[in-house]
């Protein structure tokens, strides 16, 4: 294996884990500052109303992403084989 190779593996690992994990940080994200802005306009400082509606949306996100998720990972790991394969 080449360095270039190697180079072009880490990048390509790199896409995977932001193609995986960027949505379900986006969707915490966005819900964490939508309770925050909320927390903030009604003055109500608790901390665990928050914590409830962003576990509930990371949860409701994962069942409806992960087909994405999981075809994105076959496709990497499969991609991964194929590259062993060629090598030995």
Do not use: C, H, N
């Not at 896409?15 to 802005?37: C, D, H, Q, R, Y």
């Not at 109303?49 to 990972?73: D, G, H, Q, R």
Request: glycine fraction near 4%.
């Amino acid at each position: 294996m080449t360095p270039t190779d190697v180079l072009e593996l880490s990048r390509e690992s790199v896409w995977v884990t932001l193609k995986v994990g960027g949505p379900i940080l986006v969707v915490a994200l966005v819900v964490g500052l939508s309770i925050s802005l909320v927390q903030a306009l009604t003055q109500i400082q608790e901390m665990t109303l928050s914590f409830v509606p962003k576990i509930i949306a990371i949860f409701v996100a994962l069942v409806l992403l992960l087909p994405f998720m999981l075809t994105t990972l076959i496709d990497f790991t499969r991609e991964l084989m194929d590259r062993a394969i060629a090598l030995g």
